[in-house]
C-alpha cells in the first residue's frame, strides 16, 4: 500500500499557530484529505485539495504540492477545543473511493 | 437530517462466537466501507461496497465478511473472533461521481469491540 507519513504528536500554545504536515509517496494519491477526530468520537471532514496552493477555510488552511508528495494543515489562533487528532488521508483516484490514511497527528492545546 | 449509525456501540464478546456490527446510512450513498482502528496503526480499511451486491476485501480483510443487499446496510461480521480483533470499528459511507463532496467520508459513531 501507499505510505502516509505524519507526527505522532504536537504540543502548541492557545492563540498560536500550528502547522501539521503529510508525506506521502508521489505515484500514490490524486487528492489529500484531512480529518480532526476528538477523543473518542468519529473523524469529521476538515478539508480536501486535489490542486496543489493553499485552501483557505476560517482557522484552518489546507496546502498541497503533488509533485513534492506533501501537504500540510495550517491551525490559526488555536483554541482548547482544537485539540485532537488531525489524519491526513489520500485517495487514489479514476473512480476509486478508497481513502488511505495516516496514523494521525495528537495535538495538543495548552494554556 | 442524513445520518450514519452504528450497532452496537460496545460490545465484549469471547473468542471463537460470530459477532455482527451493523451499518446504516440515509444519505442514499453508494459507497460504504469499514475500517478498523487501533493505536499505532490508524485507520484501516477492512472491506467496502461500491453498491448494491457489489463487496471488495481492504488492507486487513481476514476474519471479516460483509454483504450488500440494499444502498442502506453494510453489516460486517466477525465469523469466529479473536482477540486479535479487539479494536473501535468505524462505518462510513461516501457519494460516487464528479463533485465538490465527491469521496468525503461520512463516518459513524464507531463500535467498541472486545474479545476475551
Known amino acids: 500500500g501507499q505510505n502516509i507519513d505524519q507526527p505522532t504528536e504536537m504540543t502548541a500554545t492557545e492563540g498560536a499557530i500550528v502547522q501539521i504536515n503529510c508525506t506521502y509517496q508521489?505515484?500514490?494519491?490524486?487528492?489529500l484529505f484531512w480529518y480532526q477526530q476528538h477523543a473518542g468520537e468519529a473523524p469529521t471532514f476538515l478539508s480536501y485539495?486535489?490542486?496543489?496552493g493553499l485552501e483557505e477555510k476560517g482557522r484552518f488552511s489546507s496546502f498541497l504540492s503533488r509533485s513534492k508528495g506533501y501537504s500540510y494543515l495550517l491551525l490559526k489562533e488555536l483554541q482548547m477545543k482544537d485539540s485532537a487528532s488531525y489524519l491526513c488521508a489520500g485517495d487514489s483516484g479514476a473512480g476509486s473511493y478508497q481513502l488511505t490514511f495516516g496514523k494521525g497527528t495528537k495535538l495538543s492545546v495548552i494554556p | 437530517d442524513a445520518e450514519i449509525t452504528q450497532s452496537p456501540r460496545h460490545k465484549i464478546t469471547e473468542t471463537g462466537r460470530q459477532v455482527t456490527l451493523a451499518c446504516h446510512q440515509t444519505?442514499?450513498?453508494?459507497?460504504m466501507f469499514w475500517y478498523r482502528q487501533d493505536l499505532g496503526h490508524g485507520l484501516r480499511l477492512i472491506h467496502y461496497?461500491?453498491?448494491?451486491?457489489?463487496?471488495n476485501k481492504g488492507e486487513v480483510s481476514d476474519g471479516y465478511s460483509v454483504s450488500r443487499s440494499n444502498t442502506e446496510d453494510l453489516p460486517l461480521t466477525l465469523e469466529s473472533a479473536a482477540s486479535s480483533q479487539t479494536s473501535v470499528y468505524f462505518c462510513?459511507?461516501?457519494?460516487?461521481?464528479?463533485?465538490?463532496?465527491?469521496?468525503?467520508?461520512?463516518f459513524g459513531e464507531g463500535s467498541r469491540l472486545t474479545v476475551l
Open positions: 444519505w442514499n450513498h453508494n459507497n
Open positions: 461496497s461500491y453498491g448494491v451486491q457489489d463487496t
Open positions: 462510513a459511507s461516501s457519494e460516487s461521481g464528479i463533485g465538490p463532496n465527491t469521496g468525503e467520508l461520512f
Open positions: 485539495n486535489v490542486l496543489d
Open positions: 508521489t505515484s500514490g494519491f490524486n487528492g
